[in-house]
């Protein structure tokens, strides 16, 4: 009853050919997966050539990051979820954990930035996550549900249908060290158990939870057979149009 979701977060790579090229070249190998909804998300100079060029097809578009601010303004680098959607964007990501630890994105600015994206129309794909240090700890449930509750603060019930939760432990990404399909999924159970708590069992039930970190052809599959897995937030794999569409197409 969720349908999957599939995303390559492309982050600070590609030129601008070189997304588009890469975008043509997906198009075809995951032209027939209907099973999940397929999104990329490449650099904001790439996504209106991008979007264009994958006008009509089951590819969507990300940007990476939308300012907190939604309208337009004074304000030097930012660019406004509405310029994003009017680049041609369906989602963005916010809150990814390079920006809460090189930016300093604190939980208030996630969700200035998901009430920003909801409201130019956009779905936002919302990340949380801990680090080894506080998994070390036994911390992970409890800066997960902080988080969760931080960065989605003040949404309504149909704002919620709207959103779309990442979970990426911060020691998984980039490091070649997934974690097991059993830790990703008592942590996905968990954050659904708070969405449930926090607003109601339909909510809870209808919310798509992603994994990510290290997400690869060879071991989608496992991570996709676990309940609360709902699909995939993919960064390196995602960067090669075959490896990415092999991990579109788990299922077959
Ligand atoms: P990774 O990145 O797949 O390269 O670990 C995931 C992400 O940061 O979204």
Partial sequence: MRKPVIAGNWKMYKSVGDSVSTALDLKPLVANANHCEVII????????????????????????????QK???????EVAAFMIKDAGCSHVIIGHSERRQ??????????????AALEAGLIAIVCVGETLEQRDQGKALDVVKEQVTGSLSGLTASDLARIIVAYEPVWAIGTGRTATPEQAQEMHAFIRRVFAERHSQGTADALRILYGGSVKPDNIAGLMKRTDIDGALVGGASLNAESFAKIVNYNG
């Fill in 41 to 68: 998300a490449p650099v904001f100079t790439a996504l209106k050539s991008v979007a264009d060029r994958l006008e009509g097809s089951n590819i969507r578009v990300s940007a990476q990051d939308c300012a907190t």
């Fill in 71 to 77: 309208t337009e303004g004074a304000l030097t680098g």
């Fill in 102 to 115: 090189h930016y300093s994105e604190t939980d208030q600015i996630v969700s200035k930035k998901t009430q």
